[in-house]
């Protein structure tokens, strides 16, 4: 195993200068302007000063681009008005018991309206429901962001629901992602990404320096750990790997470990390329996926808050392309090996079908 202090002579390792405008009639590579500076909130009151502000710990990751406002204003109201209509079919179940109900939630839809339409999905069902419908009380045990399809879990009791929790929190629950980029070529095959995470001055999810881990933020949380191993799968349909999942999760090979410690150093030349990666998370922070695309240089497709393009060969994309692709995990109740699998999205299986032709 190779151990790697960033920054690293890895060429993959780029984050991309902002372009030169585009027309509106052009339907070449559109990337959203460049990040807004944070000089531009020095208007704002805030009870930090500067002296205040040297105390705590920088991050390492750009601020939010200015479009990213409205652009994610108007996927937050497009979602708001699909919920009234969305109901689950039985379709969408990946596995059902007397304690669990595991769903493949679709892009654009929140959370919390698949967790509303679980009593009318299992109403349709006599068995499923019937005299014991005031006795179930279902929780989310996991979540998925807005734009980010896949297996979601739901429990039907508060004390199988306890066990779920505890379990994502000691990391006993193996995750895979999918996720379709668009950057530079990376150089390498496998690679973890070690790292902090947490809010900056601003409220913006941010990655910090591994090192900075507890130190305090301005809002009074803390720097967290954050780890993520990737693998490539394709670049621009041509595959890299052929085991599965479950085959490459168990695998014990050499990897290179990415210790975070400076900002990923810009690379630019213009020529990118589609990039197909699976994701293994390690802890579970809040959009870390798309964190960590964004600092290798490959932000993923459609991410306009983590610099991903949203214009690509003349397609608009209405949100970013990350599929939760599996969860495993011991039985909260009966201890048994439970591994559920959501069927890829369309964009993946496109690019799955290209790379194996």
Same mark, same amino acid.
Request: glycine residues 4%; without cysteine; aromatic residues 2%.
């Given at each position: 195993m190779t151990i790697i202090p960033f920054p690293s002579p890895?060429?993959?390792?780029i984050r991309l200068r902002p372009p030169p405008p585009i027309s509106a009639a052009s339907t070449a590579v559109f990337r959203s302007p460049p990040p807004m500076s944070?000089?531009?909130?020095?208007?704002?009151? @805030?009870?930090?000063?500067?002296?205040? /502000?040297?105390?705590?710990?920088?991050? /390492?990751s750009p601020p939010l681009p200015a479009i990213s406002k409205d652009l994610e204003l108007s996927r937050a109201l497009s979602a708001s008005s699909k919920s009234a209509l969305f109901s689950l079919s039985k379709a969408d179940v990946l596995l059902q018991d007397d304690w669990l109900i595991a769903l493949n939630k679709p892009q654009g839809v929140y959370c919390e309206t698949i967790l509303a339409s679980v009593p009318? /999905?299992?109403?349709?069902?006599?068995?499923?429901?019937? @005299? *014991?419908?005031?006795?179930?009380?279902?929780?989310l045990a996991n979540r998925l962001d807005r734009d980010t399809s896949g297996v979601i879990l739901i429990t039907?009791?508060?004390?199988v629901a306890a066990k779920l929790v505890k379990a994502f929190t000691d990391h006993k629950i193996k995750k895979t992602y999918v996720a379709l980029c668009v950057g530079k070529a990376p150089k390498w095959k496998k690679i973890t990404l070690k790292s902090g995470h947490g809010r900056s001055k601003f409220g913006a999810w941010r990655v910090y320096a591994a090192t900075d881990v507890g130190r305090t933020l301005? #809002? #009074?949380?803390? &720097?967290?750990?954050? =780890? @993520?191993?990737?693998?490539?799968?394709? +670049?621009? #349909? *041509?595959r890299c790997y052929q085991k599965s999942?479950?085959? /490459?999760?168990?695998?014990? +090979?050499? !990897?290179?470990?990415? &210790?975070?410690?400076?900002?990923? &150093? !810009? =690379?630019c030349d213009g020529n990118k390329v589609e990039i197909l990666v699976r994701a293994f998370p390690e802890s579970g922070r809040t959009h870390q996926i798309r964190l960590h695309c964004q600092y290798l240089g490959i932000p +993923?497709? #459609?991410? &306009?808050?983590y610099e991903g393009v949203y214009e690509w060969d003349g397609v608009v994309y209405d949100g970013h392309q990350l599929h939760a692709e599996s969860l495993s995990f011991e039985h909260p109740v009966t201890g048994s090996r439970v591994v559920i699998q959501a069927p890829l999205p369309l964009w993946a299986t496109q690019v799955m079908e290209s790379s194996s032709g």
């Open positions: 890895l060429p993959s390792i944070e000089n531009n909130h020095d208007s704002k009151k @805030t009870h930090l000063d500067n002296n205040d /502000l040297k105390n705590y710990p920088m991050p /390492l009318s /999905l299992l109403s349709d069902s006599p068995d499923e429901l019937g @005299t *014991q419908s005031k006795k179930l009380e279902f929780h039907k009791s508060h004390k301005p #809002g #009074g949380s803390s &720097v967290r750990d954050m =780890e @993520t191993k990737f693998e490539v799968l394709s +670049i621009n #349909g *041509q999942s479950s085959e /490459l999760e168990e695998l014990d +090979i050499d !990897i290179d470990i990415v &210790v975070v410690k400076e900002k990923s &150093v !810009i =690379e +993923i497709r #459609g991410d &306009v808050k």
